[in-house]
Structure formats: C-alpha cells, structure tokens
C-alpha cells in the first residue's frame, strides 16, 4: 500500500467534499469536485514538481436548471481554460462520487492522468458500461473517504424528506 | 416508411450541416447540430403544436481549447435555457454525425425526445456502448443524409493534407 499517495489522495478528496458541502448548502445535490495539476518548475536552479489545485467546481445542475452542469464537466473547462490547452495528462481530477458515463467520456477527451473518487453510483456510475468509457491511459481508483463522501450525500435527501 | 417524418429530418438536417459548414469555415472539425422543440399553442381558437429550432450549434473545440465543447453539448445547454427547464422531453436533437458517449449520455440526462443523426462515427459512436447510453425512452434514427454529413468531414481533412 503506498501510504504517501493515500494521504495525498485523502487530503484533496477533503477538499472535494468541502465543494460537496457548498453544493449541500445551496440546495444542490452534494457532489464535489477539484482538479490538480503536477506542474513542473525549478526552485534555486533545481527541477522540481508542484502540484496545484487548479479548478474547484460543484454540482450546479439546479441552479443553472441543466442536468448536464455536473461537478466534473465545470472543472474540466476550468482546467482547460487555466491550462490553455486541450489535455489534462498531468492531472488528476478527484470527485466525491463516481463519475457518470458523460464525464466519464469527458474525462476521456481530455485524457486526464487520474481519476480518485469516493463512493460509488450504483444508479448512474460509468464503471457499468463497457468497453470502459475512460482513456486507456487513466488511471481510475475508487473508494477513497468512501462512507464520508455517501454520508454528504445521504445526509441531504435526509434533511429534504424531514423539510 | 413515414415519407412525412422523413421530409422533416432531412429539412432539419440540411440545418445541421449548415450548422457544420459555418464550424469548417472556423477550421473546427464540421460537426453541426440544431434542437427542435414541439411547443404547444392556440390559433383562432385551436390547439395546435408548431416545431421551432430553440438551438443552433457547432464544434468549438479549437476555439475554446476544449475537447468537450461538442456541438451537442452547447445545444444541450443553449435549449435548457431557452425552456427554463431541465428536460427536453418534447425536442429532436438533429446532429450530423453519431453522438460520442458523452454527448449520449448528456441527452440521457436531459430525456430528450428523438435523436436523428447523419453518418456513424465508427471509433467514438456511443452505439459501441452497452448498455444503452441513452434514456430509455429516446427514438434514435441514424443515417439521415448520411453521405453528406460524411463527406462534410472527409472534405475538411482532405483540404487539410493538402494545405
């Protein structure tokens, strides 16, 4: 198990449920979302790697009443923006729930490095189509603060039925 | 065969590939795409329904550096705000060439009515998903004007080599 990497991989995916939280607060259903990039530099004449959280975006489907303004379709135009460029192959974009089969297909377009995300969507989650909808060269993980990023969720429709 | 149906699409289509010439003339890979709504109104005192375009667009993912700004993707959006809802249970999606997952999975979501395209694109149509893609309940017509919509796109990429 590469521990540095899992708490790499958890202190960003607290970040994403922080956006989760925003969306919660505005009504919408809680689904977060950040992308990193490794961004190359030098430091006192030396080459180094930094990585850098360059879109944070949230589930705005009932704001901008469009069903497609998903958590990870608004960070992947900010990144793009952000990068200048069509491709995220240095990135990594974490999201509190699974990805359905659209930003799964996104992602893929944008040919993102990595894709973390907490718990699983065993309505609408893109792992149940085949061929996979990602890129051949992402790498997916799955599970990371799974019961928090559930529990963001399950906590909303919650307080909705009790309203 | 429904000549009638048939009329309209090719009509509608003949749309789309204006649509598409105008992204050629921007050098962006000429795909065009328009939605058509069925609106529901009096005249002299009758019901009646009139089909109106709420939507026009092109791919713009030269212009905006992002692989994800399909034509359909903005005619999704554009058409969700000109209803002020989230469905388009009542629209045709008119696009020259077979939907990518994403832009099938994006209609999925907004439970659009009828999708109609030109020609197949054999290396990201959505129809190599399974399942489906689309919502249940959405007719999917392909292949209207499909040698016109094709040779749209091999048109651009032979003046391509040969500039």
Tied chains: 1, 2.
Excluded at 33 to 59: L, P
Excluded at 95 to 110: F, Y
Excluded at 131 to 137: D, G, N, Q, T, V
């Amino acid at each position: 198990m590469d521990l540095e990497q899992l708490k790499i991989d958890v202190d960003y995916m607290v970040q994403a449920l922080k956006e989760a939280q925003t969306a919660a607060d505005e009504d919408e259903i809680p689904i977060g979302c950040i992308i990193v990039a490794e961004e190359g530099g030098k430091k006192r004449g030396k080459s180094s790697v930094s990585k850098n959280i360059i879109a944070r975006a949230h589930n705005l489907t009932e704001m901008l009443k469009d069903p497609t303004a998903h958590a990870e379709m608004q960070a992947i135009t900010a990144a793009t923006a952000h990068i200048g460029g069509k491709y995220l192959g240095q990135c990594t974009l974490y999201v509190t729930v699974e990805p359905c089969p659209m930003c799964a297909a996104a992602l893929n377009w944008v040919q993102v490095k990595r894709v973390v995300y907490g718990c699983k969507d065993p309505k609408r989650g893109s792992s149940m189509f085949s061929p996979s909808l990602y890129h051949p060269k992402t790498e997916v993980v799955g599970g990371v603060l799974e019961k928090e990023c559930a529990a963001m969720i399950s906590d909303f429709f919650k307080k909705k039925r009790v309203k």
